[in-house]
Nanobody, 121 residues
Framework: QVQLVESGGGLVQPGGSLRLSCAASGSISSFNAMGWYRQAPGKERELVAE???????KYGASVKGRFTISRDSAKNTVYLQMNSLKPEDTAVYYCMLGKYYNERSRSYDYWGQGTQVTVSS
C-alpha cells in the first residue's frame, strides 16, 4: 500500500511564498520519480515540477525561476518551494509518485489527495 501525504497549501497574497511537502510511505522502492502537478478549474492537469532519483529535475514553463523542487531521500519526501506567486498559480496541487525512464517511457502510478493553493489579494 502506497500513501502520499501532502501539506502546505493555503491562501497567499501575490508575490508571496508557500512551501508544499509530500511524504511517501509504503512499498515505494520501485518508483524513481516524484513531483507536483496542478489543476486549475476548467483546465487540464499540468506539470509543475518533478525530480528523478538520479537528481534530474524538470519544471513547467510557467514556474521556471520561481519554484524549486527538492527531495529528502531519507524521509521519502519532496518539497516544492514556491516564490513570487501569481494569481494564475491558483490551483489544486497534486503530489505524484511514478516511474521515469525517458519522456516516452514513464508512468504516473500514485497521486495524493491534492492541496489547494490560492493566490489572491
Amino acid at each position: 500500500q502506497v500513501q502520499l501525504v501532502e501539506s502546505g497549501g493555503g491562501l497567499v497574497q501575490p508575490g508571496g511564498s508557500l512551501r508544499l511537502s509530500c511524504a511517501a510511505s509504503g512499498s515505494i522502492s520501485s518508483f524513481n520519480a516524484m513531483g507536483w502537478y496542478r489543476q486549475a478549474p476548467g483546465k487540464e492537469r499540468e506539470l509543475v515540477a518533478e525530480v528523478i532519483s538520479d537528481g534530474r529535475t524538470k519544471y513547467g514553463a510557467s514556474v521556471k525561476g520561481r519554484f524549486t523542487i527538492s527531495r529528502d531521500s531519507a524521509k521519502n519526501t519532496v518539497y516544492l518551494q514556491m516564490n513570487s506567486l501569481k494569481p494564475e498559480d491558483t490551483a489544486v496541487y497534486y503530489c505524484m509518485l511514478g516511474k521515469y525512464y525517458n519522456e516516452r517511457s514513464r508512468s504516473y502510478d500514485y497521486w495524493g489527495q491534492g492541496t489547494q493553493v490560492t493566490v489572491s489579494s
